[in-house]
């Protein structure tokens, strides 16, 4: 079994070709709840959502997030009504967030994420990182902003300063984590290529949850989200670089330190990248379409059995 941590849209693409290649049973993706936020009065999961949609077929293949083939009556209508619309709701990503905020009443996060994602279809579990409510604030030179505020109604223009998930000392791993952690069929745990600081950074703070990772019995691979010392998707170069660090594997190696017993980058960054730990695979890792995403896949996962059989 693969236990995969993902979040956006590089980490549902790579999650994706994990589905495509594994059996139902043997991949489990652990989804960065940190940017979830209260919209209209309605619980909005982005990275969950980005996730389900993409493993479902569902996802825009353009913009990476959101349905294919998306309108947006509601949206048009709730503008001319003077209602905040700057975070993009489609017709039908709203089925999805006001049937998750009902069943929200009487059931966990994970909960409704199993019995959304089974009605579309999806074999392979999409686990939340936790059940209790942690939310991203970030520091920027205008002040403190929610997640969703800084990426989305402002578009990243602030200038980055740092972040802090609050409501995260006191959130536990969610059962289904931390079941797959402790499942002894764990072959190797898969850090996709997300934006290290917002969308794995959460997962890792959880209490107790780092501590665990580094005792564990089987390798840990990650897949670099830059290419060329530019980000294939997102803010990720442009918050690297407000907070001093450089868009190169370098930095991923020195920002998941002793987790790390792999780490997987595009033949453009194989110049600079140091020998030694981890240990290093050089390949394409721009995934264009589903073959690419499946490609990857395969080699890292051939990657990390290399990894526990040395």
Same mark, same amino acid.
């Given at each position: 079994? =693969?236990? /995969?941590? /993902?979040?956006?849209?590089?980490?549902?693409?790579?999650?994706?070709?994990?589905?495509?290649?594994?059996?139902?049973?043997?991949?489990?993706?652990?989804?960065?709840?940190?940017?979830?936020?209260?919209?209209?009065?309605?619980?909005?999961?982005?990275?969950?959502?980005?996730?389900?949609?993409?493993?479902?077929?569902?996802?825009?293949?353009?913009?990476?997030?959101?349905?294919?083939?998306?309108?947006?009556?509601?949206?048009?209508?709730?503008?001319?009504?003077?209602?905040?619309?700057?975070?993009?709701?489609?017709?039908?990503?709203?089925?999805?967030?006001?049937?998750?905020?009902?069943?929200?009443?009487?059931?966990?996060?994970?909960?409704?994420?199993?019995?959304?994602?089974?009605?579309?279809?999806?074999?392979?579990?999409? =686990?939340?990182?936790?059940?209790?409510?942690?939310?991203?604030?970030?520091?920027?030179?205008?002040?403190?902003?929610?997640?969703?505020?800084?990426?989305?109604?402002?578009?990243?223009?602030?200038?980055?300063?740092?972040?802090?998930?609050?409501?995260?000392?006191?959130?536990?791993?969610?059962?289904?984590?931390?079941?797959?952690?402790?499942?002894?069929?764990?072959?190797?745990?898969? =850090?996709?290529?997300?934006?290290?600081?917002?969308?794995?950074?959460?997962?890792?703070?959880?209490?107790?949850?780092?501590?665990?990772?580094?005792?564990?019995?089987?390798?840990?691979?990650?897949?670099?989200?830059?290419?060329?010392?530019?980000?294939?998707?997102?803010?990720?170069?442009?918050?690297?670089?407000?907070?001093?660090?450089?868009?190169?594997?370098?930095?991923?190696?020195?920002?998941?330190?002793?987790?790390?017993?792999?780490?997987?980058?595009?033949?453009?960054?194989?110049?600079?990248?140091?020998?030694?730990?981890?240990? =290093?695979?050089?390949?394409?890792?721009?995934?264009?379409?589903?073959?690419?995403?499946?490609?990857?896949?395969?080699?890292?996962?051939?990657? /990390?059995?290399?990894? /526990?059989?040395?």
């Amino acid at each position: 079994m =693969i236990l /995969a941590l /993902a979040g956006g849209v590089g980490g549902a693409r790579l999650a994706n070709g994990l589905a495509a290649i594994l059996q139902p049973g043997k991949l489990r993706i652990v989804v960065n709840t940190a940017d979830d936020f209260d919209h209209l009065g309605l619980r909005i999961c982005p990275d969950l959502d980005t996730v389900t949609y993409t493993l479902a077929g569902r996802n825009n293949r353009e913009l990476g997030w959101g349905i294919a083939g998306e309108s947006w009556a509601f949206l048009d209508m709730l503008g001319e009504l003077g209602g905040e619309d700057w975070f993009r709701l489609g017709d039908r990503d709203m089925a999805m967030h006001v049937l998750r905020t009902a069943l929200l009443r009487e059931q966990t996060l994970s909960e409704v994420t199993a019995r959304l994602t089974q009605r579309l279809g999806i074999t392979h579990p999409i =686990i939340p990182m936790s059940d209790d409510p942690v939310r991203s604030m970030v520091l920027t030179d205008e002040g403190e902003l929610p997640f969703q505020h800084y990426f989305v109604r402002r578009q990243c223009a602030p200038c980055f300063q740092s972040i802090r998930f609050e409501g995260v000392d006191k959130a536990r791993p969610s059962a289904g984590f931390l079941a797959a952690l402790d499942d002894p069929a764990l072959e190797a745990i898969v =850090i996709c290529p997300s934006n290290p600081v917002l969308s794995i950074d959460p997962i890792l703070a959880l209490p107790g949850l780092r501590h665990r990772l580094e005792q564990r019995r089987v390798p840990v691979v990650a897949v670099s989200p830059f290419i060329g010392g530019k980000a294939v998707k997102g803010p990720a170069a442009k918050i690297m670089a407000e907070l001093g660090m450089a868009a190169t594997a370098e930095t991923i190696i020195r920002h998941y330190g002793s987790l790390l017993d792999g780490l997987v980058i595009d033949h453009a960054d194989a110049e600079n990248a140091a020998d030694g730990c981890p240990a =290093i695979l050089a390949t394409d890792t721009l995934m264009r379409d589903d073959e690419d995403q499946a490609r990857l896949a395969r080699e890292v996962l051939a990657f /990390a059995r290399t990894l /526990a059989r040395g």
